[in-house]
Structures are given as structure tokens and as C-alpha cells.
């Protein structure tokens, strides 16, 4: 709050109180006396107010550097922080993905197909339980081997499901110094069987620094509880497996995981900085940003100079009213500009931020939000301003971010998980997913004033998540359910014929001859038999049916809601005439046929697994009976 306006001097008592000495040397002299008084006092106060308003303006400063710093905190954490899920997401996809098929997984084929993206993390690799590497993203499996790394001996040693991030290492695949990330390989019974390894650039985690403009010597840190730095950057230089235990932020960790404070730089280069410190959320990593304490105070003490020279020459012109008038109107005007000042750098902080950045008010309404979240969404500020923040969702999630909100505002513990990933409707009407973390300010009695929302936009991400979740359950060259979507839509359909007391049908369906044609005109020749076997399947069932391939040239069908049994003949004859007619294959044709087993919930069975070995057994059983025709399993209940 500025000063309030000097007292005009006609008003002040002292001012008029007395009269000009007239010849008597005594009146004279008590008038002297009392002026020197005065001019004494006067020139006290001035002084007086003088140091305090450069303290104030000082620590005024010094608060809003420390603020905007723990704002780049947050954002380089939230960044550190979603950069270590990409990673355990990709680990934990890569482990799936070897727990079912092996050494035989392609993680340069991923790569290629920007599964896992290969600029993100330098080298996937898998080790077996001995540490030897049995799979990689490198043109060729390296000859290397793990068991004497450290990452690898916590794995094994470790039982529980949990990324670690390691010290720096010289990387004994790539040549380089790199970061590694492991995930451990559990088997079925828990034992272990290896590890999945990630290796990053120690460089990536402060690539922040250039989005923050820090300056050429502002400082961007990622440290372990372990004392050992994970990178730090420093202009532009770029360092990492330092110790960081005589680090003053990570001494005063223990006792606070978060704060801000101005250190000496005495630890590192002697440039004293103002620090921001925070923990990562759910990993043993702290991130650090830090700007020069003289580039913070550059301005203070520039006016700090005004305000020395200002007092010194009222000083010298106390004894005129003019004088006095303007060192006060002086004072008003750096006043003014220190305001000024403070809101320029908070404007700065907030519209050049990289990412969204909103403000809410605790009932939901959008109060303000930078350039950068106007763009995400194609709003003006105006336009959002006339909104409230669950009007940006779709419906079904608006129950699930008035809960998140609600959270945030009544329980701010530690805790809880400071994101929420939701779907924003932009306003062209498509769908902008985003991880929001939401922080609360709250006044001086502790009440919520508002939220501070950090906005990224994650859509790629979300698109690469539901493509790998499609990869996983449907079959890579016919696009049809495999095994494994099979068995659980046909759980599905049990769970309601039992609710429902209806008949489901399992179909084995065997292609006959397709060997013979994979073998006399190539691979190529037979996976364009399988696509068009695939279609034609499809047009043979109902709604409500479920068509799979299981593998090789077996397909299955799921039957829903069955009336008659003949219903279930009727179409398995239907899929025999489809696949007996001819196929054309690069304008030649093949004929094959097919043999197709049934089974009926419950009469063979009342489980997904066992109804499908009965329908197995009863296509074996219409092989050798001639092929080309329908069998139903044994002891059927129709």
C-alpha cells in the first residue's frame, strides 16, 4: 500500500507557532533553537522513513523473486514429475510385453512405430535375472551386462513395483553418460527375473531451464535423497554426479520439503541466489530453481541510489516548504514505481509462462488465465472470465473435477496427489486432454482466496496410451479381438446369460488347406487370406456376437443370447459356405475350407477357458471326420 500524503505544513501546529524575531537576541535565539529542533527532527523522520522504505522495498523484492521462483518450481517439478510417468509407463508396457512373449520382442520395431519415443529415452534395454541384456532399442543387442550395476542389485534385492531413478552412470551401451531408469521384471511367483532399463540424457531433466530464461547465471537442479545431483544447470553449462550434501537446500530437505531462501552460493560458484526448493511428488528427488539475488535486487538498489540523493537534498532544503513538498512527492512517485514494478515482473511470471496458467475462484469460476491457457482452449480472456472451470469439461468428467477441486480446497495436505488429467472441450468443439495441478493460496487467516491451475497439454500422450491399449488386445494383421479380449468379452456374455437364464455358443473355427497355401505362394499371400477370412467372418455374425482370431488360422466366435441351438448351426454352416468360396490373392485364386466346433453354456461348460476346449475338441473331431463341416462337443444339452 503506498504512503499515505505528507501533512501539508500550514496544517502541522509546529508550523506558525511562533513568530519572526523582531530585534529581541533572546526571541531570536529560543526561534533558532527551536527551527534547529525541528530541522533536527525533521531530518530524522526523513532518514528514518528513508531506511524503511528501503527495507521494505527490499524485502518486498525479495518476496516476489522468491514467489516467482516457487512458481517455476512447481512447473519444474509437474515436468520432472510427468517425465518419470512417460517412463514408467513405457517400462511397465515393455515388461508386459516381455513377461508374454520373451526375447522375442522388437523394442526397435517400437521404436520405428513411435510406441516408445526414442527421443525422449536414449536406449530401452531388458536384462534377464542375470543381468545379461536380452532385448534392446539399439540396432543390435549389446554384449553387456548389468549384475554389478547398482540399479540392478536394488532390483533384485527390491520386491516392490516401483521406478528408481539412478545416479549418473557412463553408459556401458550408448558411450555416454546417461541417467538410468529401472523397473523390475517380477515372475508370476514373484521371484525376480530382471530388469527393464531406461537411459536418459542427464541434460533432458533441465531442458526446463531454457523455456524459464533463468539468465546466464540462474540455476536449475534435480538432486536424490541420496546425495547425488542428478543434473544441474548453470547457464549454459550442464553438470551432474556431484555430492549434494553440503548443498544448503538439500541440508534444510529434512526439515522442510519445501522453501524458499537466499543462499550465499558458496557451496557452488560464490553467486549468491535466491533459492526455491520443493520435493517431487511419490519419488526421492528434489528440484531446485535459483536466479541471482543481484539481478533480483538490480532494481531495489537502483532505487535504493534515487532515494539516498532524494533525502540528501531535502536535507538541504528543509527550511523551505517547496522543498519538503517535493522529497514527499518524490516518495509517492517511488512508491508508485515499485508497485509498478512488482506488477510488471508478476505480469512477466504469469504471460510467458510455457505453460496454461489459470486462476479460480474456490466456487469455480475463472477469475484470470494467461495468453498461453487462452490458446490451448481458444477462449479469449473474456470469453473464459464468463465461464466456470467445470463448463470446460465434458459432462461425465464434470462430477469427477468438482471433486478434485472440492479436495483440494478442504484437504491440502502433502498427500494428496496434487493432478488431475481430465478432457477440456476447446472452443471448435474438439478435445484438449490436460494434467492440471492445482495449488491454493490462501489469505492471511488461512482461508482459500483462490487456485492457481497448471495446465499441460497431454493429448499425444493420451493418443499414444489408447493406441498401445488397442495393440494389446487386438490382433496385429486381421484388427480383430485377440485371445485375450476374446476370453473376457465372452466372460461378459456369461455373467449376463446367467443373469438372464439365456444359452451362449463358443465357435472353433480352422481354417483347412490355409497351410498349404502359406507354404506354396509365401507369408504374404497367406496373411491376405487370413484379412479376407477375417471379413468375411464378420459378415457371417449377428449383433452382439464377438469374431476373434486366437492365432494362426484358428478364429473364434462368442454367440450371444441363443434361442435354439439350430440358431448356432444355422450360422457355423454359414461361416463354412463363406469360407469355401474362393479367395482372390493378387488375382489368383485359393480355395480352402473350414472346420468349426461348438460348445454351449452351461451344457459343456460354465467357464470362458473350458468352453472354448470343448469347441476345440469338437473342430478336432470335425477334421477327422473329414473336414469342412460342423460338430457339436460331447454330451451336448441340446
Known amino acids: 500500500m503506498p504512503p499515505s500524503p505528507p501533512t ?11 513568530k519572526t524575531p523582531t530585534g529581541h537576541g533572546r526571541t531570536g535565539a529560543r526561534l533558532n533553537l527551536v527551527i534547529a529542533l525541528v530541522c533536527a ?6 532518514w528514518l522513513g528513508t531506511a524503511h522504505r528501503i527495507a521494505l522495498e527490499r524485502e518486498q523484492a525479495q518476496a516476489a523473486a522468491m514467489k516467482s521462483n516457487a512458481n517455476l518450481a512447481v512447473a519444474f517439478e509437474q515436468q520432472i514429475f510427468r517425465t518419470l510417468k512417460a517412463a514408467e509407463q513405457v517400462a511397465a508396457f515393455v515388461r508386459d510385453q516381455y513377461l508374454l512373449h520373451g526375447t522375442t520382442i522388437d523394442l526397435r520395431r517400437w521404436v520405428q512405430q513411435q510406441l516408445i519415443r526414442d527421443a525422449l529415452f536414449t536406449i530401452v534395454n531388458v536384462a534377464d535375472a542375470n543381468g545379461k541384456i536380452v532385448a534392446s532399442s539399439s540396432d543390435m543387442i549389446p554384449s553387456v551386462n548389468y549384475a554389478d550395476r547398482a540399479f540392478f542389485q536394488l532390483q533384485r534385492q527390491n520386491t516392490k513395483d516401483a521406478l528408481y531413478v539412478s545416479a549418473p552412470v557412463l553408459g556401458r551401451v550408448s558411450g555416454t553418460w546417461q541417467i538410468p531408469m529401472s523397473l523390475r521384471i517380477a515372475r508370476a511367483d514373484g521371484s525376480f527375473a530382471g530388469v527393464v532399463v531406461l537411459s536418459v540424457n542427464p541434460q533432458h531433466f533441465t531442458d526446463f531451464y531454457r523455456q524459464s530464461d533463468l539468465g546466464p547465471q540462474g540455476l536449475l537442479e534435480l538432486t536424490g535423497l541420496d546425495s547425488v545431483v542428478r543434473s544441474r544447470t548453470v547457464g549454459n553449462r550442464n553438470s551432474f554426479g556431484l555430492d549434494a550434501a553440503k548443498l544448503p537446500w538439500f541440508q534444510r530437505h529434512p526439515a522442510a520439503h519445501e522453501g524458499a531462501f537466499v543462499d550465499s552460493g558458496e557451496a557452488i560458484d560464490q553467486v549468491a541466489r535466491t533459492i ?15 536466479t541471482p539475488h543481484a539481478t533480483d535486487m538490480a532494481l531495489v538498489e537502483q532505487r535504493r541510489t534515487a532515494y539516498l540523493w532524494v533525502t540528501g537534498a531535502a536535507t538541504a532544503a528543509l527550511l523551505a516548504i517547496a522543498g519538503l513538498l517535493i522529497l514527499m512527492l518524490t516518495r509517492q512517485r517511488a512508491a508508485t514505481e515499485a508497485l509498478h514494478a512488482s506488477e510488471a515482473l508478476f505480469r512477466a511470471t504469469f504471460s510467458q509462462a510455457a505453460m496454461g496458467i489459470t486462476h479460480i475462484a474456490p466456487d469455480g469460476r475463472i477469475v484470470g488465465a494467461n495468453d498461453k491457457f487462452c490458446h490451448m482452449l481458444g477462449y479469449t480472456l473474456d470469453e473464459l472470465r464468463a465461464l466456470n472451470v467445470l463448463e470446460l469439461c465434458d459432462t ?16 491440502r495436505a502433502p498427500a494428496l496427489s496434487p493432478e488431475i488429467e481430465k478432457p477440456y472441450r476447446r472452443k471448435d468443439g474438439t478435445v484438449l486432454w490436460v494434467c492440471e495441478a492445482l495449488s491454493v493460496v490462501t489469505d492471511a487467516q488461512g482461508r482459500p482466496e483462490y487456485l492457481v491451475a497448471v495446465t499441460q497439454d497431454i493429448t499425444v500422450r493420451k493418443n499414444l496410451e489408447e493406441r498401445l491399449s488397442h495393440a494389446a488386445l487386438h490382433d496385429g494383421l486381421t484388427h480383430l479381438p485377440n485371445r485375450v479380449m476374446f476370453l473376457e468379452q465372452l466372460s461378459q456374455l456369461l455373467v449376463q446369460a446367467r443373469q438372464h437364464q439365456q444359452r451362449v455358443a463358443v465357435l472353433f473355427v480352422d481354417l483347412d488347406g490355409f497351410k498349404g497355401v502359406n507354404d506354396s505362394r509365401g507369408h ?22 464377438t469374431v476373434a482370431r486366437l492365432g494362426g488360422d484358428e478364429f473364434g466366435i462368442a454367440l450371444a443370447s441363443l434361442a435354439h441351438t439350430s440358431d ?41 477357458g473350458a468352453l472354448l476346449a470343448q469347441a476345440d475338441t469338437a473342430m478336432y473331431a470335425a477334421k477327422k471326420a473329414g473336414k469342412n463341416r460342423f460338430s457339436w462337443a460331447l454330451q451336448s444339452g441340446a
Do not use: M
Request: charged share 15%; with cysteine.
Open 524 to 545: 504374404a499371400a497367406g496373411d491376405q487370406l487370413l484379412w479376407q477370412a477375417a471379413r468375411r467372418l464378420e459378415t457371417c455374425i449377428r449383433a452382439g456376437d
Open 568 to 608: 448356432c448351426e444355422a450360422l457355423a454352416h454359414r461361416v463354412i459356405a463363406a469360407l469355401a468360396q474362393p479367395f482372390d490373392i493378387d488375382g489368383t485364386p485359393a480355395h480352402i475350407s473350414a472346420s468349426v466346433g461348438a460348445a454351449l453354456f452351461p451344457a459343456h461348460g460354465e467357464e470362458p
Open 276 to 290: 526455491s526448493y520443493r520435493s517431487v511428488a511419490g519419488y526421492p528427488l528434489i528440484v531446485t530453481v535459483g
Open 396 to 411: 461425465e468428467h464434470q462430477a469427477k473435477a468438482q471433486q478434485f477441486l472440492t479436495e483440494r480446497l478442504h484437504n
Open 8 to 18: 501539508p505544513p500550514g496544517t502541522n501546529p509546529l508550523w506558525g507557532g511562533y
Open 41 to 46: 527532527l525533521a531530518i530524522a523522520v526523513i
